[in-house]
C-alpha cells in the first residue's frame, strides 16, 4: 500500500532555514517522479519543486528557485525539500506526491500525504 507522510514543517522567522521530509512506504521513491506542492489558505495547491526519477534532474517554481532543493535520500526512501531564506509567502501546508506511473514523466497522482505546516513570520 502506497502512503506518504511528510514532517518537519513548524514556525519559522524570515530569512531562516527549514527541511522537510517525506517519508514513502508501498513503493521506492527512485523510479518515480516525486514532488512537493504546498497550499496557502485560500490558494490553490502549487507545484513548488519536482525530481525526475533516477538522476534525470529537478524543476522548481519561479518563486522558489535558488532557495529550495528537492533531493532523495534512497537508504530512507525519503524525499527531502531543503528550504533557505525563507519569506512570509512561504507560509503554506506542504505536500509531497508521487508520479502516477514509473519511469514515466510526471503526472500527479491520487497518493498524497497529510501534509505539514510551515509558517514564516509572525
Known amino acids: 500500500q502506497v502512503r506518504l507522510v511528510e514532517s518537519g514543517g513548524k514556525s519559522v522567522q524570515p530569512g531562516e532555514s527549514l527541511r522537510l521530509s517525506c517519508a514513502a512506504e508501498?513503493?521506492?521513491?527512485?523510479?518515480?517522479?516525486m514532488t512537493w506542492h504546498r497550499q496557502a489558505p485560500g490558494q490553490e495547491r502549487e507545484l513548488v519543486a519536482l525530481?525526475?526519477?533516477?538522476?534525470?534532474?529537478?524543476r522548481y517554481a519561479d518563486s522558489v528557485k535558488g532557495r529550495f532543493t528537492i533531493s532523495r535520500e534512497r537508504a530512507d526512501n525519503t524525499v527531502l525539500l531543503q528550504m533557505e531564506n525563507l519569506r512570509p509567502e512561504d507560509t503554506a501546508v506542504y505536500f509531497c506526491?508521487?508520479?502516477?506511473?514509473?519511469?514515466?514523466?510526471?503526472?500527479?497522482?491520487?497518493?498524497w500525504g497529510p501534509g505539514t505546516q510551515v509558517t514564516v513570520g509572525t
Open positions: 506526491n508521487r508520479a502516477q506511473t514509473a519511469w514515466a514523466n510526471y503526472q500527479p497522482s491520487a497518493h
Open positions: 508501498g513503493f521506492t521513491v527512485d523510479v518515480y517522479g
Open positions: 525530481l525526475n526519477p533516477g538522476d534525470r534532474g529537478t
